[in-house]
């Protein structure tokens, strides 16, 4: 069976229900901010932020409409995020589609973006949980912190993977695990199991980052990134960090520091790009990604309370790994 299938398998119904109620939390009737609202839910997605919330609440007692509300609210909370990181990074496209800046402009963004962020708050106070509220607040809070980071790192002339592990669990590794912790909230797990899915959580995170970065070493439209895009804007990710600092090579460092200048030429990107490939910066960032793997896989072990959310969550972290956009 196809993974995603399998993933969805445990909760189909409540995925669904999901859908619903994050489609009406968009629908509006003012003119273009209803125009805007649907083009922000053309672009959905798989859901697999949401897929997470509802099978940590299903190994830990099962999906409520708590568990509802916070799953639309934490995503309504990446949604915004995701409107505004486009304004930041001037990105034109995302999800292989215009970005909302890029198809009506900046103002629109940043209002709609705090539009949607409003309502996610609105949905999360409907769970009428206090510790579900405080998390998705400091999600917030991590997620903007993130982005000042990775902005103030490009300032950095160190080529740190402890900097680079620093942002990612203030982005990406804080979304999913939140996931796990507002999942697990929702069905009342006690605090030693949210430890626990917090955990998961993180390396779950982690692993997706890495795949994400490994894509823009390789041109692929599908996924509406193009080769060497962080670069371009700035970032130095997993695979270029191993093979500066396994190397030291001091031609490719300077190009090294023109990334992070932002005077860089494309010529210059497919240069630091064919250097990472050569010196083993793609098999170093798969290798980090199994070794998580591995620490998720005893959480899953460990934690599953039967056959169908292990299958299920042991197909999730597969398909973060494996996915091709």
Do not use: W
Request: glycine share 6%.
């Amino acid at each position: 069976m196809e993974q995603l299938s399998l993933i969805k398998r445990p909760i189909e119904g409540e995925l669904d229900d999901f859908i619903k109620l994050f489609n009406d939390s968009l629908s509006h009737t003012d003119g273009l901010l209803s125009q805007v609202l649907e083009h922000i839910k053309s672009r959905g997605g798989k859901r697999m932020r949401p897929m997470l919330i509802l099978l940590i609440a299903k190994n830990y007692g099962g999906v409520n409409s708590v568990t509802q509300h916070s799953a639309v609210g934490l995503e309504l909370l990446h949604t915004a995020s995701l409107v505004h990181d486009d304004v930041v990074d001037e990105s034109v496209e995302r999800r292989g589609q215009a970005s909302v800046n890029a198809e009506y402009n900046n103002k629109v963004a940043v209002l709609v973006g705090d539009y949607v962020l409003s309502t996610a708050l609105l949905n999360v106070s409907l769970t009428n949980n206090s510790k579900i509220v405080q998390s998705l607040a400091e999600l917030g809070r991590t997620l903007s912190n993130g982005e000042i980071l990775q902005l103030s790192n490009i300032q950095n002339t160190d080529f740190s993977e402890d900097v680079y592990y620093e942002v990612i669990k203030m982005k990406t590794a804080a979304l999913f695990e939140a996931c796990c912790e507002i999942g697990a909230m929702s069905a009342n797990a006690n605090d030693e199991d949210l430890l626990k899915a917090r955990n998961f959580g993180r390396n779950l995170g982690i692993i997706f980052q890495i795949r994400d970065d490994i894509f823009d070493y390789y041109d692929s439209k599908e996924i509406g990134k193009p080769t060497g895009n962080d670069m371009a804007e700035g970032k130095l990710t997993l695979p270029v960090l191993y093979a500066l600092n396994s190397t030291h090579d001091a031609e490719m460092e300077e190009i090294a520091r023109k990334v992070k200048r932002g005077d860089v030429t494309r010529d210059e990107i497919a240069l630091l790009v064919d250097f990472t490939k050569a010196n083993g910066g793609i098999e170093y960032a798969e290798q980090k990604m199994l070794e998580l793997r591995y620490k998720c896989l005893e959480y899953i072990d460990s934690e599953s309370v039967s056959d169908e959310i292990r299958t299920s969550l042991t197909s999730y972290i597969d398909y973060v790994i494996q996915r091709k956009k």
